[in-house]
């Protein structure tokens, strides 16, 4: 079969599309063809330099048909369609995925519907939860033309938020300010323009800020908190809060993981799931695909999530 590793740290550049054995499935693991995966930033970071052995692998969010079973799996038989996380080779034709973290995909929905909603659903719908939020709220989402960013914009109304302000980078921004109103949002801007622009642009300060970028936004983020405001931060980009800048407005700041919720709280991570498909299956809750690509294409896909102008997921096709 074919993979996608990298045997040194970089740009997309770096990664090499190599031959390999089809692995098998050990206990409690399903191998899976892979039909579609999810690129995501976390993963892009990861070649940039993100501290694995080398060389490595690629993982990521994978679906497909299940084409052998390990021991001691249950609830899933070969033929099924599966959604889950890889964390070997997820850009492959073939994934090994752990089947206490792989779910069922619903009839009528595609492989790529699957990684367009499923994972980056879940830490959407996840973050906003985190945030406790009252009815009628005001929320705002930066990243929010990306894969899981979209779906916050989405949900944030959808569960009962009020206004809702899309933040963005500069790349492409009218692009993504149409897509995001086209969506929901309520306002748009760019992170620029939050951080030097008057609040009253947008409506004002927000209740709940739901951050997936970190690193030098952070204190624009805090700062556009009304006070008593939450900050839910979801990003693997870091960054550093002052503490005084929490105190002055009795702000709050919140670190959300979905992995701690799949591991000690698996039945809210199910309950989760079930209510993204429902919303997925009644068409109010829309995943968006940027680009599909082929497998040899990977490293066009990691340049489009590191340009910033993606519009919703961008999802690579090994079948």
Request: aromatic share 4%.
């Amino acid at each position: 079969m074919r993979r996608v590793r990298y045997y040194e740290n970089g740009g997309p550049e770096v990664l090499r599309l190599e031959e390999t054995d089809v692995p098998a499935p050990g206990p409690g693991e399903l191998l899976v063809r892979t039909e579609a995966v999810g690129v995501t930033l976390p993963v892009v970071r990861k070649v940039r330099g993100g501290g694995l052995p080398l060389p490595a692998s690629l993982g990521g969010e994978v679906a497909g048909e299940v084409v052998a079973t390990g021991p001691d799996v249950t609830g899933f038989a070969v033929g099924d369609r599966v959604t889950g996380l890889c964390f070997g080779d997820g850009y492959a034709d073939h994934s090994v995925l752990l089947a206490a973290m792989t779910s069922p995909v619903p009839e009528g929905a595609t492989a790529t519907d699957a990684v367009a909603l499923v994972r980056c659903g879940l830490v959407a719908r996840g973050a906003y939860a985190a945030a406790r939020p009252a009815p009628g709220e005001s929320v705002l989402v930066t990243g929010a033309a990306s894969g899981a960013g979209h779906l916050a914009v989405q949900l944030a109304k959808e569960l009962g938020g009020g206004r809702v302000v899309a933040a963005v980078s500069s790349a492409a921004a009218e692009a993504k300010a149409a897509f995001l109103r086209e969506l929901g949002a309520d306002h748009v801007v760019t992170y620029d323009e939050l951080a030097h622009e008057p609040a009253d642009r947008w409506g004002g300060p927000v209740d709940i800020v739901l951050d997936a970028v970190g690193g030098e936004l952070l204190p624009t983020a805090v700062a556009a908190l009304a006070p008593g405001g939450r900050l839910v931060a979801y990003s693997s980009g870091g960054g550093t809060i002052e503490a005084y800048d929490l105190l002055v407005g009795a702000k709050s700041a919140i670190g959300f993981q979905m992995a701690l919720i799949a591991r000690h709280r698996p039945e809210l991570m199910e309950q989760w799931r079930l209510e993204l498909w429902e919303l997925f299956a009644s068409g109010r809750l829309r995943p968006r695909v940027h680009a599909e690509l082929p497998l040899e294409a990977a490293a066009k896909a990691h340049e489009l999530i590191e340009s910033r102008v993606n519009l919703g997921k961008v999802v690579l096709r090994p079948a």
